[in-house]
T-cell receptor, first 116, second 114 residues
Framework: AQSVTQLGSHVSVSEGALVLLRCNYS??????LFWYVQYPNQGLQLLLK??????LVKGINGFEAEFKKSETSFHLTKPSAHMSDAAEYFC??????????????FGKGTRLSVIA | ETGVTQTPRHLVMGMTNKKSLKCEQH?????MYWYKQSAKKPLELMFV???????ENNSVPSRFSPECPNSSHLFLHLHTLQPEDSALYLC?????????????FGPGTRLTVT
């Protein structure tokens, strides 16, 4: 079975500061990893995903994440926070292609607040 | 309309009512999903349809009944719900129902059961 742990249900940063949202996963097979963002009263939007290849992946809105197999982590970062980044962020994992049909498993989410 | 749309956006219903949630995707995808999002809990996958056939049902109570008449439309029929069923219900679609495939989400229906 796969699982995702997001450390910190709420993270608060100052505008212009580094954003770091933590995600650790558990998977017995090579994973595919995703970060989604949810703005108030909206559905989830894909920020970025890791499938294979380069372990540092870049997404929309200046976000990036690095897959670290040894640490079973996929932390999300952004060098400089904007007020518009305030939202709920979800990390998700699924099994890699070719090993069955398994759905996304989501973490509980981290609410990011940006302080002016 | 583009992407994934859901109606209604908000719904208040009594425990004896029958209502339906509607989802429509305009992306030409072959797979559709229903998720339940409750406060302080991870997203819960409820149902998965691939080419109008149900391929996943995660032990959802029978008071939730999905229907997928074609690959663009997905319904969730509700009857005799409980207050704990109050949540945001999200619909999603993807090109196929395989692993590692990006899902596109609708804005959700906020359901309140009184």
């Amino acid at each position: 079975a796969q699982s995702v742990t997001q450390l910190g249900s709420h993270v608060s940063v100052s505008e212009g500061a580094l954003v770091l949202l933590r995600c650790n996963y558990s998977s017995s097979v090579p994973p595919y990893l995703f970060w989604y963002v949810q703005y108030p009263n909206q559905g989830l939007q894909l920020l970025l995903k890791y499938t294979t290849g380069a372990t540092l992946v870049k997404g929309i809105n200046g976000f990036e994440a690095e897959f670290k197999k040894s640490e079973t982590s996929f932390h999300l970062t952004k060098p400089s926070a904007h007020m518009s980044d305030a939202a709920e962020y979800f990390c998700a994992v699924t099994q890699g292609r070719g090993v069955g049909n398994t759905p996304l498993v989501f973490g509980k989410g981290t609410r990011l607040s940006v302080i002016a | 309309e583009t992407g994934v749309t859901q109606t209604p956006r908000h719904l208040v219903m009594g425990m004896t009512n029958k209502k339906s949630l509607k989802c429509e995707q305009h992306l030409g995808h072959n797979a559709m999903y229903w998720y339940k999002q409750s406060a302080k809990k991870p997203l819960e996958l409820m149902f998965v349809y691939s080419l109008e056939e149900r391929v996943e049902n995660n032990s959802v109570p029978s008071r939730f009944s999905p229907e997928c008449p074609n690959s663009s439309h997905l319904f969730l029929h509700l009857h005799t719900l409980q207050p704990e069923d109050s949540a945001l219900y999200l619909c999603a679609s993807s090109q196929e129902a395989g692993t590692g495939v990006e899902q596109y989400f609708g804005p959700g229906t906020r359901l309140t059961v009184t």
